[in-house]
């Protein structure tokens, strides 16, 4: 009975499916009507994905893979058979994923460890003294991006007529703005209604910040961007882009300004340099004007000068990183690990040259507290130089820097090494809780333990420079001036929140700088009095007073 039922069944099933493809007739054109639906979802997809036509990219790999299975399936409902073209496809998408995943197997360090060793170039021969003269406080950044947000949102809540359509982006990127470090952001549409408002005119300005004197301004422009993150449609900059470049693999567009303060985004390109898909390494970038959208490809080696950032710093923290790791090959790094290197947890910018430098600092595996050395690498050019200077990694000395404050619960920025005084220092600006800087910190990277702080740089300058010499570094190289002269001219001026003095002496040419915790007496002074200060003169045109004596 059990085997009646089953040859019934068995029966019963053969002939549906007769029936079926005997019912499903070939239609007429159906490869066409496949390719047109295909095409259609190719292009909605890739409207929204934006993934580069590029046999070099796997994601496009991926992509068109499942495309080609899309592709055979509904010829084979269209056709009612899968015929030798359908088997053909279905070949290919095989050769495909092999293709993809064995591409980024022998692309792996395994087989390539010295190439991605050597992928960044680095000076270990590198002079720090010579690198990193004197540094020029004047123009040193005390402003890291959590305290830059904070000063643009407030300077952006200040513009009722802004505000109330706009909101601001976080990216906040540093760059040199004529010579001097600034951070950069613009500004977003608020929702989909207010871009609906607003988008013929365009995004009216963008913010920038001044990381020395921590003032923030909204810069207005007579005529609107009209590309950006936060714009719809085909204003969108990386649907812009990958129009203009559809076979161009792409980094994030950042956001930088010339030296005229017109705004651009600048938009890396990249391929792989190792094996298929290994080493990836920028080509070129993309240079779009954000108020026309006029776009510009630039080779490498051609990026205009006043581009600050063309590499990514978390591709240049993976070479560096690669570079220290690879030096004695793949397998050294499983087992003896012999002069294996690691750039530390945390990383900062260095304006040098009118260039910005990524700065790190460089560790052994073992984790053992210390450096024992520091790496700048150009954004721009990808120069690479390398200081053997062994000494406390940058937490240590934050940690020290946020002791000598305990009682006020400061945190300390990620610091950056600067030549003070002929000696290998980190500097870090010390916040209150609501991220504004208060207090800034010299500490000594061959000893953290000497470590100054002051209301102001060239107030914690001076102290440092006393500690060195009462630590036996008698080869300190500062010049400390003395000059006793009649002011002629002095103005105030608030710096977040806290006043600074901005004054002239008859027998000077400079412009002196003192902040109001010097000396009580400074919002009396006037053109006329007699005063004597005392400043660190690095042949700067401005000078920040250590102190002052009024007479």
Not at 87 to 105: E, H, N, P, R, T
Not at 352 to 365: A, F, I, K, P, W
Not at 474 to 494: G, P, R
Request: contains cysteine; glycine residues 6%.
């Amino acid at each position: 009975m059990d085997n009646l039922f089953e040859k019934f069944f068995t029966k019963m099933t053969e002939n549906r499916q007769r029936q079926f493809f005997h019912q499903s007739h070939p239609q007429k054109g159906g490869t066409l009507k496949a390719l047109l639906i295909v095409m259609v979802v190719f292009l909605v997809v890739e409207y929204f994905v934006l993934i580069p036509i590029n046999l070099r990219s796997p994601d496009f790999i991926f992509f068109l893979s499942i495309e080609l299975v899309i592709f055979i399936a509904l010829r084979f409902l269209f056709l009612a058979s899968f015929d030798k073209a359908n088997k053909i496809m279905s070949a290919i998408v095989a050769l495909l994923l092999v293709y993809v995943f064995a591409g980024q197997l022998i692309s792996s360090p395994v087989f390539f460890a010295s190439s991605y060793q050597k992928q960044l170039n680095v000076d270990k021969n590198a002079d720090f003294y010579k690198d990193n003269p004197k540094v020029d406080f004047q123009s040193i950044p005390v402003v890291d991006k959590e305290s830059a947000e904070r000063l643009g949102d407030r300077k952006m809540g200040e513009i009722v007529d802004y505000v109330s359509q706009f909101e601001v982006d976080n990216d906040y990127v540093q760059i040199n703005y004529q010579d001097k470090p600034f951070r950069v952001t613009t500004i977003s549409y608020s929702d989909l209604i207010k871009w609906f408002t607003n988008h013929r005119e365009g995004l009216p300005a963008y913010i920038r910040v001044d990381m020395v004197t921590q003032e923030s301004e909204v810069v207005r422009l007579e005529e609107g961007m009209k590309y950006s993150h936060s714009d719809l449609f085909f204003r969108n900059i990386d649907r812009h882009l990958r129009i203009h470049y559809p076979t161009k693999m792409f980094e994030s567009p950042s956001f930088e300004i010339d030296d005229n303060g017109h705004p651009y985004w600048v938009a890396p390109t990249y391929t792989y340099k190792i094996g298929l898909f290994g080493g990836k390494d920028i080509t070129g970038a993309v240079l779009v004007d954000a108020v026309s959208g006029e776009c510009q490809y630039y080779a490498i080696e051609d990026v205009p000068t006043w581009i600050d950032r063309v590499y990514p710093s978390e591709l240049l923290l993976e070479q560096l990183n690669n570079w220290g790791k690879y030096t004695h090959g793949f397998f050294n790094t499983i087992f003896s690990q012999k002069g294996v290197l690691k750039p530390t947890d945390g990383y900062n910018y260095i304006a040098l040259n009118d260039d910005v430098y990524l700065y790190t600092g460089l560790t052994s595996v073992s984790n053992d507290a210390s450096n024992v050395g520091f790496a700048l690498i150009n954004m721009r050019t990808k120069e690479a130089k390398y200081y053997a200077i062994s000494g406390a990694e940058e937490f240590s000395a934050m940690s020290s820097a946020e002791g000598k404050v305990t009682d006020l619960k400061y945190t300390a920025t990620f610091p950056i090494l600067i030549n003070a005084g002929g000696e290998p220092t980190y500097f870090m600006s010390l916040k209150d809780s609501a991220g504004l800087v208060k207090k800034y910190a010299f500490v000594s990277v061959e000893n953290y333990q000497i470590v100054s702080v002051g209301d102001s740089v060239a107030e914690a300058e001076k102290a440092y420079y006393a500690l060195l010499k009462d630590n036996g570094k008698t080869q300190v190289d500062y010049d400390n001036s003395e000059l006793s002269s009649v002011i002629t001219e002095i103005h105030e001026v608030v710096v977040n929140g806290n006043s600074q003095y901005y004054f002239q002496l008859k027998d000077s040419q400079k412009i002196f700088i003192a902040p109001v915790s010097l000396n009580a007496q400074l919002p009396f002074l006037k053109a006329g009095d007699t005063v004597t200060i005392e400043y660190i003169d690095d042949e700067s045109t401005s000078q920040t007073v250590s102190a002052i004596t009024v007479k």
